[in-house]
C-alpha cells in the first residue's frame, strides 16, 4: 500500500471549487509528519502549493494561490486536505501530497525536502 493516497482532482470550469483528499496508509504516524501539497503542469518543475506542519499546524501558501487555496489536516482522519476555490486555467496540473518527518522553515518549499510522495491527482481547469 502506498503510504500517500490523493483523491478529488477532475475537470472544472473557472471559477470552480474542488477539494483535495490526501490519505496516509493505515499505520502511519499522520500526526508527526510534516505536510505538504505539489503539483506539476506538463513540461514543467514540481511547484510548491502549500505546508502544514505537524506542530501547531502551522500553515504556509504559495503567493500565486493566496486567498483562493486553504491547506489542512485532521490527524484524527489521517488525511490532509486542500480546498481550491476560484479555480483558473493556470492551475491545472497533477496535484501530489508529500510528507516528512521534519521540515524546516527555509526549505520546506522544495520537493527534496520531503521524503513519501503520493502518485498524484489530476485536476482540469477548463471552459
Known amino acids: 500500500q502506498a503510504p500517500l493516497e490523493e483523491s478529488g482532482g477532475g475537470l472544472v470550469q473557472p471559477g470552480a471549487s474542488l477539494r483535495l483528499s490526501c490519505a496516509a496508509a493505515s499505520g502511519v504516524s499522520f500526526s508527526t509528519y510534516d505536510m505538504a501539497w505539489f503539483r506539476q503542469a506538463p513540461g514543467k518543475e514540481r511547484e510548491f502549493v502549500a505546508a502544514?506542519?505537524?506542530?501547531?499546524?502551522?500553515?504556509y501558501l504559495a503567493d500565486s494561490i493566496k486567498g483562493r487555496f486553504t491547506v489542512s489536516r485532521d490527524n484524527a482522519k489521517n488525511t490532509q486536505y486542500l480546498q481550491l476555490t476560484n479555480l483558473k486555467p493556470e492551475d491545472t496540473a497533477t496535484y501530489f501530497c508529500?510528507?516528512?518527518?521534519?521540515?524546516?522553515?527555509?526549505?520546506?518549499?522544495?520537493?527534496?525536502?520531503?521524503?513519501?510522495w503520493g502518485q498524484g491527482t489530476q485536476v482540469t481547469v477548463s471552459s
Open positions: 502544514n506542519r505537524k506542530r501547531n499546524s502551522a500553515t
Open positions: 508529500a510528507a516528512s518527518r521534519t521540515t524546516i522553515t527555509s526549505t520546506l518549499r522544495r520537493p527534496e525536502s520531503y521524503t513519501y
